[in-house]
């Protein structure tokens, strides 16, 4: 009797000896980096991405594959090609503005400082704005400039300090860690919609922390101000009104002489608009990121690139059937690109319309006008798609739902034209 009690409570105490050690383990594993104790000092907002490697040197070596992970996907990747040339199209669409002259795919992040120089959209009025989302010396120029003084610098000038491409600095603070908002655009696009970054979990900030880049945005004013238009929120439809209310525009479009807006990568936007993975809690980091070992050691990889270069482990942490996975993201991929077509031709047969209508004798200016603006309401919702970097997989539903919104305002646009014109006969259409 009295062994069979030792054997009971022999038991238990290795249970609870178990459960805590399981408990202190998950603490540790959760604290900051700071309170496990680094070996080397990192300084604050350090822009050389290779002294938080002292420290980190797993994640390091991840992240220096980003210089060379130069692979495609069916609709995108890190390859540098050019996409005016795979798409003719995006030629007139963004006729009169520079990504009509030179649009190329995005390179990894240690690219960024590269990729940014060489393009043909630079030129002595650029303003440093354009260094936003390239060099992690931004945090440090931030806080020595602030922000408004670092955009009204001229590119050249600017570049003079900057000397490293994204890095840790751009996301992580160097004492702790932890993931935070570095570009001030950010921080004021939460507060305008009453939101402190400060109060969000580790896992919001896994997604968060990504939209120090990629989001939509414009440049502000005189002095180029990076702003993010998310004061009526983020969808679509409250972006175009933020920019109708503001009258704002960034080209006059060379063929239908419409106010245009380049969206730029919405992705952050996209995502976070009620998509099936982000209501299942899904970071980005959980599919850009994923957890790796190597040896004992388990770390979220900074290799970040398509979910689709690397799906057994990106899909596979979730999805058991990876192969299903990867057939049901082509399959929406295709489904989107398929619309995205549909409304591209729908957009040219406005401009054209449009144009048409504009070398008619004593046209109805005021209808013109109208023509114009929903060229404008159009082209800013299928940009809204078509420069998000997912072809609509981050968010099928609303990726289709707008591409439908953006081709039925082209028709309408078109239809508007040849009212302005008196008659049908300047009807273009995509397929002549």
Not at 184 to 202: C, I, M, N, V
Not at 242 to 265: E, L, R
Not at 364 to 384: G, N, S, T, Y
Request: aromatic share 10%; with cysteine.
């Amino acid at each position: 009797m009295r062994r069979s009690i030792s054997i009971i409570i022999l038991t238990g105490l290795i249970i609870v000896l178990t459960a805590a050690l399981t408990a202190a383990l998950m603490y540790i594993n959760n604290q900051p980096v700071s309170n496990r104790g680094q070996i080397f000092e990192v300084p604050a907002m350090e822009p050389d991405s290779a002294q938080w490697g002292l420290n980190f040197p797993n994640q390091y070596s991840t992240f220096l594959l980003t210089k060379t992970n130069q692979n495609r996907t069916t609709y995108g990747g890190s390859f540098p090609y050019s996409k005016l040339e795979i798409n003719p199209r995006l030629v007139t669409l963004y006729s009169g503005y520079g990504f009509g002259m030179d649009y190329n795919e995005e390179r990894g992040h240690l690219n960024s400082l590269t990729d940014v120089r060489s393009t043909e959209r630079i030129n002595n009025e650029t303003p440093g704005t354009c260094y936003s989302c390239k060099s992690s010396d931004n945090p440090g120029l931030w806080a020595k400039m602030g922000m408004a003084e670092f955009d009204k610098t001229m590119f050249d000038e600017l570049g003079k300090s900057i000397n490293n491409p994204i890095g840790c600095a751009n996301c992580h603070e160097a004492s702790t860690m932890r993931l935070i908002v570095t570009n001030p655009a950010l921080d004021e696009a939460l507060k305008s919609q009453g939101k402190d970054w400060r109060t969000f979990t580790r896992q919001e900030m896994r997604t968060v922390v990504c939209a120090n880049c990629h989001v939509e945005y414009y440049f502000a004013g005189e002095g180029k101000y990076l702003t993010f238009p998310w004061k009526n929120g983020t969808r679509i439809e409250d972006i175009a009104a933020y920019y109708d209310n503001t009258g704002f525009k960034d080209w006059q479009h060379a063929i239908s002489g419409a106010p245009m807006i380049k969206m730029q990568h919405p992705e952050y936007e996209m995502y976070t608009a009620d998509s099936t993975h982000y209501r299942a809690g899904v970071s980005c980091a959980d599919c850009h990121m994923p957890y790796i070992r190597e040896g004992a050691a388990k770390f979220s990889t900074h290799d970040v690139k398509s979910p689709l270069l690397n799906a057994n482990l990106a899909c596979g942490a979730c999805h058991r059937d990876v192969e299903y996975a990867t057939y049901r993201a082509a399959t929406i991929q295709s489904q989107v690109q398929m619309s995205m077509n549909i409304t591209e031709d729908a957009l040219i047969a406005a401009i054209n319309t449009i144009k048409a209508a504009s070398l008619k004798p004593d046209p109805d200016m005021k209808v013109l006008a109208e023509a114009r603006q929903l060229h404008r309401e159009a082209q800013m919702r299928w940009d809204f798609v078509a420069s998000e970097n997912s072809m609509g997989f981050h968010n099928p539903e609303e990726a289709l739902r707008i591409l439908l919104s953006s081709a039925d305002l082209a028709r309408q646009a078109q239809l508007k034209a040849v009212q302005a014109a008196g008659n049908t006969t300047v009807i273009w259409n995509s397929s002549h």
